[in-house]
């Protein structure tokens, strides 16, 4: 009886692996088809996306244009070759037919950076300027280091609200007993179409004397995400700040939001100090994180000072932002004075705002504490506390 109730059963369990297997088979097998299909379709976008850029390449630009067309025909859901085809269009100067397109794209991916950016240039380049300044200001909201929105700004702005006054005041207490140290200065920038230009002078209080520093700044910008610092000034007095002060930066874009920089100052007061300074910025988000590093090199003895800081950016124009940083070396995030390049072993923590509370008024506001080492004599703090205000016309 068990053996017949085996042989009865045995067949059951073999049919029902059957129909498992069978199962399962099938849905393998439509997942791969699946897969191939969907590997398919990318193939075939990616292949005639490639064929149309290939093709505009080779100056057949009307070809690329008729492939694209084709394709979208077939799948007009696909945002990469109407991207493409609006790009290839504004090439050719068909603005309009550009437009048209990169704001398809835009409907159907809201958040398509490249499709944004693309839109801002065919504004730019018809001639659309309040359109292409709202476009580079909604990208930079969004993404404050796109090097072609910034330009773009830039160059736009050079024309509507050039001039840039601003005026700020500073003051450094001592725990130690020393006298305070105030510093006030005045600039007046102007943009143009190649970058911006700074005139600054600044009077300091130190020690008893009193000192002013003339500087003229450049920011010249030589392509999208590729742009410079230059800087000279001489001191009046030459009591607090150097006889003459020369620094020169060269900044660039490597995409994926990174930046890097690299740059030299020169500071002559009774003996010349030479400072070697590199930064590496990485972009995320409405997120900026830098790393620079100065070295002096000395006779007496090499010096690093290094300095982390944290940026984020805030508001609807991407030019607000608070920030945090940490710097080990020097406590000055720029050196100009007297005191400001003496090898000290301190830590510094600084915050920073900049509000733009106007179209046309900024608030900037820093403060800092830094404890330092000394050699000879007890650890002192160092307290520092600046506000300013700029206003553009």
């Not at 995400?225 to 009046?236: E, I, L, R």
């Not at 030479?274 to 006779?299: D, M, N």
Request: hydrophobic share 40%.
């Amino acid at each position: 009886m068990r053996n017949a109730i085996m042989r009865n059963t045995a067949p059951r369990s073999t049919a029902l692996d059957s129909i498992v297997v069978t199962t399962a088979t099938r849905v393998t097998v439509c997942a791969l088809l699946a897969f191939a299909l969907a590997t398919g379709r990318a193939v075939a976008q990616d292949d005639v996306i490639s064929r149309a850029r290939a093709a505009s390449a080779e100056g057949k630009r009307a070809e690329g244009l008729a492939l694209l067309a084709s394709h979208l025909a077939d799948s007009p859901r696909d945002v990469d070759a109407r991207l493409t085809y609006g790009l290839m269009l504004s090439w050719d100067g068909k603005y309009d037919q550009a437009r048209t397109e990169l704001h398809s794209v835009l409907a159907a991916a809201p958040d398509y950076a490249d499709a944004r950016v693309a839109l801002m240039n065919v504004e730019w380049w018809s001639g659309q300027s309040a359109a292409a300044l709202d476009l580079s200001t909604q990208i930079l909201a969004r993404d404050p280091g796109n090097p072609q929105a910034k330009l773009v700004r830039q160059r736009l702005e050079s024309r509507s609200r050039p001039w840039t006054a601003t005026s700020w005041y500073s003051v450094d207490a001592f725990n130690d007993g020393t006298s305070p140290w105030h510093e006030a200065g005045v600039s007046l920038g102007r943009e143009t179409p190649i970058g911006s230009v700074i005139v600054r002078g600044t009077n300091a209080s130190r020690f008893g004397y009193t000192d002013q520093l003339v500087e003229v700044e450049a920011y010249p910008t030589f392509r999208a995400g590729t742009y410079a610092y230059v800087s000279v000034g001489s001191g009046t007095k030459r009591d607090l700040y150097p006889t003459y002060r020369a620094a020169f930066d060269l900044y660039q874009s490597l995409g994926h939001g990174l930046e890097i920089s690299g740059g030299y100052r020169r500071l002559v007061f009774s003996e010349p100090v030479s400072i070697y300074v590199g930064t590496l910025t990485q972009y995320v988000g409405q997120w900026a994180v830098t790393g620079k590093t100065f070295f002096v090199p000395s006779a007496v003895g090499d010096s690093w000072s290094f300095h982390a800081e944290s940026r984020r950016y805030v508001g609807s124009s991407g030019r607000s932002y608070i920030g945090l940083t940490v710097s080990q070396g020097f406590s000055r995030e720029e050196p100009r004075g007297v005191g400001d390049v003496i090898a000290l072993n301190s830590n510094t923590f600084r915050g920073q705002a900049d509000l733009e509370l106007t179209g046309r008024m900024r608030l900037l506001i820093t403060s800092s504490a830094s404890r330092q080492e000394r050699a000879v004599r007890s650890t002192v703090w160092q307290t520092t506390v600046s506000a300013g205000a700029a206003y553009r016309f």
